[in-house]
């Protein structure tokens, strides 16, 4: 609960996070004060230390900014990554979704996707697709995993049977869906590698990063998506990309140069971030907003001082969901509870009541909200619930139940 709202929305906007908040303001301080002073810029390219500290002490919400460098490390750290992966910082994540959709049709014939995926991004694989003349498979799953009726197994083999099938060369794989349901995504990319030829794997982390245990280690994918403005708290929709996996690394480097130097991949925060990075500005970059950046570092900071790593938390999330399920069944609603592995911190409910199914996304929304409540809604009376990372304060969940049954 924050005030009288009992925010459940963070799979379509996460509320910014303290530390956030404190960046912004103090960002929009100096802004204000300073401009862009020969002292904001030494600030801007190593933090707060390359200012006097009378300066920095005005400040107080930057000092967790040490520069680009060390934010992506920060980043780095919250996805599990290897200390030599390289972070994409971009001022939005389409941006890295039309690479990722370069990289995957230069080397493969037949991208497999899921249909648990997000349709924007499936709208930019399909241009891709169409100017390239290749193709893209499309396995549905959603429907059975929300209902529980495939196990893990099974749906491995579901997509390897389509992969093999078909052809398949590449993937394009959802890590958690907005609808909530967690893909194995390691163990379908390891079974396709044992029985076929995989060129290039994207993994969309949008509702993976900060909510699941991602873990980039272990190299099962070349290229992973994320955004700043969900589950970390960062509220600035900025685009995260990671890689490093050693038999593309130097392919995505090359690819990205030539299209950021041709044109081809037109972001100004992602030129300018790798300029700042490698302290190689060059003088012509289009002016940038900056705000974003220091946002984003100052959840970085609000979430490795938790007593838990984002990716230690998924367990709470699903104990919350487990008593939200409860509540929501005994309230008028029918929560969908996929097994085991597919679960994640998103619960999505159903209406019992026709009156109700005959409400609009933003009729459903709003209705929760008049009672103190957000939560995302659909058409049809759908509502999604975001989990929060730890235990309710006393009373949310029965204010929950009380407006799940007020809205019923």
Same mark, same amino acid.
């Given at each position: 609960m924050h005030g009288s709202l009992l925010y459940l929305d963070t799979a379509r906007l996460g509320r910014m996070s303290p530390r956030a908040q404190q960046a912004q303001r103090d960002f929009a301080l100096m802004a204000g004060r300073d401009g862009g002073s020969v002292r904001f810029e030494r600030l801007l390219r190593a933090g707060v230390e390359a200012v006097p500290a009378a300066v920095a002490d005005q400040y107080p919400g930057l000092a967790a900014w040490r520069g680009v460098g060390p934010l992506k490390a920060s980043l780095r750290a919250l996805a599990g990554g290897r200390p030599d992966l390289p972070v994409l910082l971009a001022t939005r994540s389409a941006a890295l979704m039309r690479l990722a959709a370069r990289l995957l049709f230069h080397p493969c014939r037949n991208v497999l996707v899921t249909d648990l995926g997000w349709p924007a991004y499936h709208a930019i694989l399909e241009a891709e697709r169409v100017r390239t003349g290749r193709r893209v498979t499309t396995v549905p799953l959603l429907r059975r995993?929300?209902?529980?009726? %495939?196990?893990?197994?099974? *749906? #491995?083999?579901? !997509?390897?049977?389509?992969?093999?099938?078909?052809?398949?060369?590449?993937?394009?794989?959802?890590?958690?869906?907005?609808?909530?349901?967690?893909?194995?995504?390691?163990?379908?990319?390891?079974? %396709?590698?044992?029985?076929? *030829? #995989?060129?290039? !794997?994207?993994?969309?982390g949008a509702q993976d990063f900060c909510h699941a245990p991602a873990d980039l280690r272990n190299d099962y994918g070349d290229l992973y998506l994320a955004g700043s403005h969900k589950w970390l708290g960062a509220y600035h929709p900025m685009g995260l990309g990671f890689y490093g996996r050693p038999r593309s690394r130097s392919f995505i480097e090359t690819v990205l140069a030539l299209l950021v130097a041709g044109g081809g991949l037109d972001d100004p925060l992602l030129r300018f971030s790798t300029q700042l990075e490698d302290d190689a500005l060059d003088g012509t970059t289009e002016t940038v907003g900056l705000a974003p950046v220091f946002a984003c570092q100052g959840a970085v900071a609000d979430a490795l001082a938790g007593p838990r790593p984002p990716a230690d938390v998924l367990p709470s999330r699903l104990a919350n969901s487990d008593a939200a399920a409860d509540v929501a069944a005994a309230s008028g609603w029918t929560p969908h509870r996929p097994r085991a592995d597919f679960r994640s911190g998103i619960l999505l409910l159903d209406p019992e009541r026709m009156a109700v199914r005959e409400l609009s996304g933003p009729a459903v929304r709003a209705a929760f909200d008049d009672r103190g409540v957000a939560v995302t809604g659909y058409d049809g009376g759908r509502v999604r619930l975001s989990m929060p990372p730890t235990g309710g304060a006393a009373g949310e969940l029965d204010h929950l139940g009380q407006t799940l049954r007020a809205v019923a």
């Open positions: 995993l929300l209902d529980g009726r %495939l196990s893990e197994d099974e *749906a #491995v083999e579901v !997509v390897r049977a389509a992969y093999l099938r078909e052809g398949c060369d590449g993937l394009f794989l959802t890590a958690v869906s907005n609808l909530g349901v967690r893909l194995p995504i390691e163990r379908v990319v390891r079974s %396709l590698e044992a029985a076929g *030829a #995989v060129r290039f !794997v994207v993994i969309d």
